[in-house]
């Protein structure tokens, strides 16, 4: 008896029935329930699983290789986007004082050329005594003939009793940038009147800077061109054949031309010379880059070297015509 009872006292195992200690069913499906529950007291179904990150989870995101490349990447887009931005101003500004700088040295230039010509912005050419307007000639003549002494500048002037004195009559304000041109023929054409007319022989001939200005002062004088007709003596509207014939036919009154043209049509003996006939210098106009017929070099060198020279000079002079300018 005694080996029995000290047999059944060693005797193990959770699954013996015998051992009077039968797990309840209530009390299994109660602590399943209770197991699965989260704190809100919401039953979580399986294989559910909150997916927030733990204490120190999200620590541990933020510093991993592939957040912190992105923050890196990020980090220096910016940095370059914003430096993109000041390159950008700084080209800007750049560029914004290089424009003035320019500007600053074209109105210096400008500025230049009116101190050597003797032109300044208020000065009306056609009211210039015949002192200035020598004067004035004189400093471009210098500017096509550098190295010549003064007794071959004398020979090169334009002779004072050749000059036109200014008119008696004073300006009328206008907004005509031609106004100062129309009075001034008008005055040139008046005694003229009663005066016929001769083929080849204009009664005024002006000379501008250029094809493009001699368009421009053609429609100018159109309403003041007298008696005769408006020559265009320029090499973009003619020929010279065509324009050397034009007057052997033609009665002009006006002609209007460039240097490098005239000066050919008077050594051909195309255009007739009188006491009467007078020149108008187109000395006031100025191009996009502020030079004049006195002062842009290949114009400045056929009025000196092609009109007042040779056998232009000689059929000027002798014919007695009187210099202005406008």
């Not at 200690?21 to 399986?46: M, R, T």
């Not at 050419?125 to 000639?137: Q, R």
């Not at 005769?228 to 052997?248: C, N, R, S, T, W």
Request: proline share 5%; glycine share 8%; net charge negative.
């Amino acid at each position: 008896m005694i080996q029995a009872a000290e047999k059944d006292q060693y005797k193990t195992g959770g699954d013996d029935l015998d051992d009077g200690l039968e797990l309840d069913p209530d009390f299994l499906a109660a602590s399943d329930e209770e197991g699965d529950s989260d704190n809100d007291g919401d039953v979580i179904q399986d294989g559910e699983r909150n997916l927030a990150p733990l204490e120190g989870e999200e620590d541990e995101i933020l510093r991993s290789p592939i957040a912190e490349g992105k923050k890196r990447k990020i980090e220096e887009t910016e940095v370059a986007e914003a430096n993109e931005d000041d390159d950008g101003d700084e080209e800007a500004k750049k560029a914004d004082k290089k424009r003035r700088k320019k500007e600053k040295e074209k109105e210096r230039k400008a500025k230049k050329r009116q101190s050597k010509s003797g032109i300044s912005d208020d000065t009306i050419p056609t009211h210039l005594s015949t002192d200035d307007l020598s004067n004035i000639l004189l400093v471009s003549i210098k500017e096509s003939y550098p190295s010549a002494s003064q007794v071959e500048l004398d020979d090169i002037v334009i002779p004072q009793e050749n000059l036109l004195p200014p008119p008696n009559y004073s300006l009328k304000k206008s907004d005509d940038p031609f106004a100062p041109l129309q009075e001034r023929i008008e005055s040139i054409l008046k005694p003229l009147e009663k005066k016929k007319i001769v083929i080849g022989q204009p009664q005024i001939i002006i000379l501008a800077l250029s094809g493009l200005r001699c368009a421009d002062v053609v429609r100018g004088v159109r309403d003041v061109k007298g008696n005769g007709e408006v020559a265009k003596l320029f090499a973009k509207h003619f020929k010279l054949a065509d324009q050397i014939k034009y007057l052997q036919q033609k009665k002009v009154s006006i002609a209007v031309g460039t240097p490098a043209r005239v000066g050919k049509l008077l050594t051909e003996g195309a255009i007739k010379i009188t006491s009467d006939t007078v020149l108008l210098l187109d000395i006031g106009h100025q191009d996009s880059k502020t030079r004049t017929i006195l002062n842009l070099p290949e114009v400045r060198d056929e009025l000196w070297k092609s009109v007042f020279a040779g056998q232009s000079r000689k059929t000027l002079l002798s014919g007695g015509i009187r210099i202005g300018a406008f």
